[in-house]
């Protein structure tokens, strides 16, 4: 009987972490449609890209209800990129995206010469 009932457990648990990992992914679709605007807003500039700059730029920001993104910090080692990235950012739109309230999103930009 311990055994029939350790086995069920340990039949259980899988299917738990399976479920939950997919519920995970599904309770914030907005995130992934962020990433899908941003891959389109920002691009490696063809200036910067002939000066060499190069580094990761890490931005946190959060969307207004009209969808603007709002910068809220931006870190890296390269001042250029980081205008570079705050100015499109400002410029871009996520009007499709619902988001929670003040629900504050950080997303790595990398810019590397290949």
Same mark, same amino acid.
């Given at each position: 009987?311990? +055994?029939?009932?350790?086995?069920?457990?340990?039949?259980?648990?899988?299917?738990?972490?399976?479920? @939950? @990992?997919?519920?995970?992914?599904?309770?914030?679709?907005?995130?992934?449609?962020?990433?899908?605007?941003?891959?389109?807003?920002?691009?490696?500039?063809?200036?910067?890209?002939?000066?060499?700059?190069?580094?990761?730029?890490?931005?946190?920001?959060?969307?207004?209800?009209?969808?603007?993104?709002?910068?809220?910090?931006?870190?890296?080692?390269?001042?250029?990129?980081?205008?570079?990235?705050?100015?499109?950012?400002?410029?871009?739109?996520?009007?499709?995206?619902?988001?929670?309230?003040?629900?504050?999103?950080?997303? +790595?930009?990398?810019?590397?010469? +290949?």
């Amino acid at each position: 009987m311990k +055994t029939i009932s350790k086995i069920a457990i340990l039949l259980v648990i899988p299917v738990l972490i399976l479920l @939950s @990992s997919g519920m995970a992914s599904a309770a914030n679709p907005a995130a992934k449609c962020i990433r899908e605007v941003l891959k389109e807003a920002v691009k490696y500039p063809d200036c910067l890209m002939k000066k060499g700059s190069v580094g990761d730029v890490v931005v946190v920001f959060t969307l207004s209800d009209e969808g603007k993104i709002q910068v809220k910090s931006v870190k890296t080692s390269c001042p250029e990129l980081a205008e570079y990235v705050k100015e499109k950012l400002s410029n871009t739109s996520c009007s499709e995206v619902i988001s929670p309230y003040n629900q504050h999103y950080m997303v +790595t930009f990398k810019f590397r010469l +290949t």
